[in-house]
């Protein structure tokens, strides 16, 4: 108090000295109930200086505003609401100071306080594609758009994902990464009015997937009867989101124990998720995959589907020895792959929709088999030279149960 009391009494020259080195210095401190105004709304400014030893310490307040030119505010910029308090619709930098006494003693200005006003336009964030959910390696930009008039933007982003983007109004990604994920959400700053702002736009959420996706091929008929045609069916996640799809015939590699895929005719990027085939009479093999983007982005191959053709008189062909459809368990099987080439293995497609290879070792083109009920589902053969042999079913039934079904028979005999 001694001190204010020395300021006070008018040792103007003095009082900078004497008040800049007293340890009750007066601080002065505003602070802002908000930092933007609202559309249509106000923000209140409160000035104090401190210490102060009572309510009627006799401070005047002094508010100054700097947009682009700095000035002292005054009604009707601001609504004068108590001694220290005003409202303010008006954005820009504000700071203010106390001053009391004859000539005026001012305090140091406060820390100013940045309060921006709204603008109406309310930003959109578009991912462009628009896919909801994108994978690991693709491309896609994330944009922030502001409609209505000409006016000049900065833009600023907010997320939660690793990488921000930078202040700009989009942003490509190039290979996507979950260090993208998160929510996003963007406001505008006016280029001419610093002050001016847009509110915040809504969240949108960007789902990076680690996986790799791959199709799910399906081939109908599954038998080839004459003259019928072949439908292909490529179902992907997501199957509306700007897929499109690669047909593919496998060829039998036996030192890749897989195949090869030769690309179909007009199978490359159609629009549609199926492709038929007119006049085929051999059991074959397809594949297919899909693709979206620029740069393109592709899936996995699928899985190879087969579509089988039961006719022994094509280039290859498949005899089982002995000869039936129906065979038990612990039955000894020799299948036999029959056709000019030199190298085989044979195949299995079980009754759960997987494929498998047979005999790991063949005496020459013949494979034995001791029958399990596992063993049930198609079986063909693949030569060296890629091609499909005819194809056959092979159904395992259990012994006991064969045995119990004679009995029966026995009993209506008797
Ligand atoms: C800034 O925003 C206020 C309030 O919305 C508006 O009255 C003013 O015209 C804007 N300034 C500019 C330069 O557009
Ligand atoms: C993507 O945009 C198209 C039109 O451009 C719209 O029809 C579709 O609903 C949008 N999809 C999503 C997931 O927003
Ligand atoms: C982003 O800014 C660039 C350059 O200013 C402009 O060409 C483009 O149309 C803008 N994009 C959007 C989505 O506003
Ligand atoms: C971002 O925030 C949302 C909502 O709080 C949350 O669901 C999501 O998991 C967050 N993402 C990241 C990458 O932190
Ligand atoms: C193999 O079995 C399937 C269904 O069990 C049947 O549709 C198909 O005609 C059979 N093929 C041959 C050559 O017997
Ligand atoms: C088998 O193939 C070889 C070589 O391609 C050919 O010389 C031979 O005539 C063929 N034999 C038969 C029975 O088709
Ligand atoms: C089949 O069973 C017989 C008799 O148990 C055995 O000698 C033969 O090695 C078995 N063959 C295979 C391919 O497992």
């Not at 310490?57 to 700097?66: D, Q, T, V």
């Not at 491309?139 to 933007?153: L, N, P, Q």
């Not at 921000?164 to 963007?186: L, M, V």
């Not at 612990?330 to 047979?358: A, I, M, P, Q």
Request: overall charge negative.
């Amino acid at each position: 108090m001694g001190h204010s009391l020395l300021c006070m009494m008018g040792f103007f020259l003095l009082s900078t000295v004497i008040c800049g080195n007293a340890e009750a210095k007066p601080k002065t401190e505003l602070r802002a109930d908000r930092t933007a105004v609202p559309v249509g709304g106000s923000v209140t400014l409160t000035c104090s200086v401190s210490p102060s030893s009572s309510s009627s310490s006799g401070w005047k307040y002094y508010w100054y505003r700097y947009d682009s030119y700095y000035k002292l505010v005054t009604s009707p910029d601001a609504v004068f609401l108590s001694n220290g308090q005003i409202s303010v619709s008006e954005g820009g930098l504000y700071w203010c100071r106390g001053g009391r006494g004859e000539p005026v003693y001012y305090t140091e200005d406060s820390k100013y306080v940045r309060i921006d006003t709204t603008a109406s336009s309310r930003p959109v964030v578009t991912l462009y594609p628009n896919w909801s959910e994108i994978y690991r390696g693709e491309t896609i930009t994330v944009r922030c758009e502001i409609h209505g008039g000409d006016t000049e933007w900065d833009y600023e982003w907010e997320t939660n994902s690793t990488i921000k983007p930078p202040n700009q109004n989009e942003s490509r990604i190039r290979s996507a990464s979950s260090s993208n994920s998160g929510n996003y959400r963007c406001k505008g700053r006016m280029k001419s009015s610093q002050h001016n702002t847009t509110e915040w736009s809504d969240s949108v959420t960007l789902t990076v997937s680690h996986n790799k996706p791959r199709p799910v091929l399906t081939v109908s008929p599954s038998w080839l009867s004459p003259g019928a045609s072949v439908t292909l069916n490529c179902e992907v996640e997501h199957p509306s989101a700007g897929w499109s799809f690669y047909w593919y015939k496998a060829v039998p590699d036996l030192s890749e124990k897989s195949y090869s895929y030769e690309l179909l005719p007009d199978g490359s990027g159609t629009a549609q998720d199926s492709y038929i085939i007119h006049g085929q009479t051999h059991t074959a093999g397809y594949v297919c995959r899909a693709g979206r983007g620029d740069p393109e982005y592709h899936t996995d191959h699928s899985q190879p589907k087969f579509v089988w053709s039961a006719d022994v008189h094509s280039a290859a062909s498949l005899t089982v020895s002995p000869d039936r459809v129906q065979h038990f368990t612990s039955d000894s099987v020799s299948l036999t792959c029959e056709g000019n080439f030199t190298e085989w293995r044979v195949r299995k497609f079980s009754e759960d929709g997987r494929l498998y290879s047979v005999c790991r070792r063949m005496t020459g083109s013949t494979c034995n088999i001791n029958t399990s009920e596992s063993d049930t589902g198609v079986y063909w053969c693949e030569s060296g030279s890629g091609e499909f042999s005819s194809a056959v079913n092979i159904t395992v039934q259990s012994m006991l149960l064969y045995i119990y079904f004679l009995d029966l028979n026995d009993l209506d005999v008797t």
